[in-house]
């Protein structure tokens, strides 16, 4: 299984909402949304997973008559069939099984759009029984460690990451439960 990078799967999110999009068109929209705070992309490694994504055939190119200012017509991409899959899998797993405050979890927020909310709900569920395994372990290892008799700078290191699982369990319970009112509410409506 080939594992997508950060950059590459932001790049098929864009691509899949656009339909299709240009470098400059992703470039526009990494500025507009922020992407470069917290997911370390620039120019050039929009262009380089553009070329890795194409090369594993899940984008395609195509030529663009739209042309704007001087210069070539610019290259426009869409996701190929094996493209959107790929897309697909890797929002579940993000969404399922990535780290507590981890960037690719939030990347799989971002492209939320492109999975059915049941889905979604199953993925982040799955997320709440992972966080919640490795609170346990964390609490076990700290209690073997020696808990509270610990000194002040030791004791932190295993309650940071338990404070930020439990905002974490929290946020996700509350993402499940408002999935779930808007597919009551589309269930209502039919």
């Known amino acids: 299984m080939q594992i997508l990078s950060n950059v590459e799967f ?13 470098g400059y068109d992703i470039k526009k929209l990494v500025d507009q949304r922020g992407y470069r705070e917290w997911t370390n992309i620039g120019t050039t490694s929009i262009y380089a997973g553009l070329k890795k994504l194409s090369d594993k055939g899940w984008i395609a190119s195509l030529e663009s008559d739209e042309k704007s200012g001087k210069g070539p017509l610019p290259t426009r991409f869409s996701l190929t069939e094996a493209g959107m899959l790929k897309l697909r899998n890797e929002i579940l797993d993000s969404l399922s099984s990535a780290r507590e405050r981890d960037n690719r ?3 799989g927020l971002a ?3 492109f999975i059915r909310k049941e889905e979604a ?5 799955k997320r709440l029984d992972f966080l919640g395994q490795a609170s346990i372990q964390i609490r076990q290892k700290y209690e073997s460690q020696g808990g509270v008799s610990l000194p002040l700078n030791v004791r932190a290191l295993f309650l940071h990451p ?5 905002s974490e369990q929290g946020f996700v319970a509350s993402l499940i439960n408002e999935l779930l009112e808007e597919t009551r509410e589309y269930d209502h409506s039919n």
């Open 121 to 125: 709900i199953i993925a982040l569920q």
């Open 111 to 113: 492209a939320l759009p």
């Open 162 to 166: 338990i404070s930020l699982i439990e």
């Open 10 to 22: 932001m790049l098929l999110q864009i691509i899949a909402e656009y339909r299709q999009a240009s």
């Open 105 to 107: 979890f939030d990347l």
